[in-house]
């Protein structure tokens, strides 16, 4: 019975998603609602980016013979320490080696020449750019949000080990417009965000008006919804210089990403520490205030 039940349910699947009309009518209701509950049920119970035991046994030999002091080695937060070997919804090698979101290195090496005085890292993990901004940024004070626990007790961990505790606070609360809005700072502030699709429903007019004289870098998640970067765009350029930059394939990243660290290892080991395992070619939006002064 249960068999005949789902073939009867591939069979109506499969002549909906022939038919443009039906499907854009699944699409604009119960999709867009699957989609949106798929997008609730993640932030509560994020899922851990996956992997084969072959690939955690080689990941896990890397850290112990070339990060067993659990340093990161290179990259805009070199010398940060990681309190245990572990990162909360990304892949942990990258960050040690200092590749992680190697396209944004410039992004933060220009940030961290400006006059930051505050910075909010919305969906912190661990703690990798709430602590290493922190680290960078000598004067400013961070407060980081993660609606998983765990998450916000590393990022603690990490910011007493590296002596930022005093000015990284971490919470587990969500972090909506409203909260967004209502956060104190002293002068220049930076918002950082990586929140799973959340971003759309975040940034509202009401809050990029807020941010006018601030600047914010966004990683967009169009695989989730495709119209996300584009209403992100459109509601910052009134106000903001909007600044793409696009992830790096993981082939790409083996290919090209040269570390001495890795000069013993073939190119499908370099693959496998390397990859930040994305579902698609991800985007990051920097937007920078027209209005704020550079330094």
């Known amino acids: 019975m249960v068999a005949h039940m789902k073939s009867v349910i591939k069979r109506l699947i499969t002549s909906a998603a022939d038919n443009d009309r039906v499907w854009a009518a699944l699409d604009s209701t119960i999709l867009r609602a699957a989609r949106y509950a798929d997008w609730e049920r993640q932030k509560l119970h994020p899922r851990p980016v996956p992997s084969s035991p ?8 890397a850290v112990r013979a070339i990060v067993p002091d659990l340093t990161v080695r290179h990259g805009p937060f070199k010398g940060m320490k990681y309190p ?16 992680y979101e190697r396209e944004l290195h410039p992004i933060i090496e220009a940030i961290c ?25 000598s004067s400013a004070n961070v407060l980081a949000f993660d609606v998983d626990e765990r998450a916000v007790e590393l990022c603690r961990k990490m910011a007493e080990l590296n002596h930022v505790g005093q000015r990284v606070t971490a919470s587990s609360s969500l972090c909506d417009p409203d909260t967004l809005c209502a956060i104190p700072h002293t002068g220049k502030l930076l918002v950082v965000s990586d929140c799973e699709g ?18 914010v870098l966004i990683e967009t998640h169009d695989f989730v919804d495709i119209e996300i970067s584009a209403r992100i765009r459109e509601r910052f350029q009134r106000t903001h210089d909007v600044h793409q930059i ?25 693959k496998v520490l390397l990859a930040e395992s994305r579902p698609a070619i991800m985007e990051w939006l920097f937007m920078t205030s027209r209005s704020a002064p550079r330094h």
């Open 246 to 270: 696009l992830s790096v394939d993981d082939i790409q990243k083996a290919h090209t990403y040269e570390y001495r660290e890795l000069d013993s290892y073939d190119l499908q080991t370099r």
């Open 54 to 61: 072959i690939e955690d046994s080689t990941v896990q030999a």
């Open 113 to 137: 020449r400006t006059a930051c005085t505050d910075v909010v890292n919305i969906g912190c993990g661990e703690g990798y750019y709430s602590v290493g901004l922190a680290m960078r940024l």
């Open 84 to 99: 245990v070997s572990e990162s909360m919804g990304s892949t942990l090698f990258p960050k040690l080696i200092g590749s």
């Open 198 to 215: 959340y971003e759309r429903a975040l940034f509202t007019e009401q809050v990029v008006a807020h941010l006018a004289s601030h600047d």
